[in-house]
């Protein structure tokens, strides 16, 4: 599956962006999409994960409360509705997929996309 991201940008502290992030082809329905973030100096980091037959979904700490994954299974994609950013918010944020359970580890991973920038301004 070929993943695409687009969404990001810069934005003021306690705004909200929304990620989106395209497949080539229709995951399978034992699929998990989800969303990780790198920032300058940083490993990367989960965000959130959602399956893409049932939509239940899982989050980081971080993320809980102001970040919101979904998916359009008619149009093949996901989404993270991020509210209330903060600058610690500021990274790359790429969109992966994975066959089987939900994970939360990088290696669990099969493919990425190609990161999208996300900057919060103080």
């Known amino acids: 599956v070929l993943l695409v991201e687009s969404g990001g940008g810069l934005v003021q502290v306690g705004g909200s962006l929304r990620l989106s992030c395209a497949a080539s082809?229709?995951?399978?329905?034992?699929?998990?999409m989800g969303w990780f973030r790198q920032a300058p100096g940083k490993d990367r980091e989960f965000v959130a994960v959602i399956k893409w037959s049932t939509g239940t979904t899982y989050y980081a700490d971080s993320a809980k409360g102001r970040f919101t994954i979904s998916r359009d299974i008619a149009a093949n994609s996901v989404y993270l509705q991020m509210n209330s950013l903060k600058p610690e918010d500021t990274a790359v944020y790429y969109c992966?997929?994975?066959?089987?359970?939900?994970?939360?580890?990088?290696?669990?991973?099969?493919?990425w996309g190609q990161g999208t920038q996300v900057t919060v301004s103080a």
């Open positions: 992966a997929g994975k066959p089987g359970a939900i994970a939360t580890t990088i290696k669990s991973y099969d493919s």
């Open positions: 082809g229709r995951p399978s329905t034992n699929y998990d």
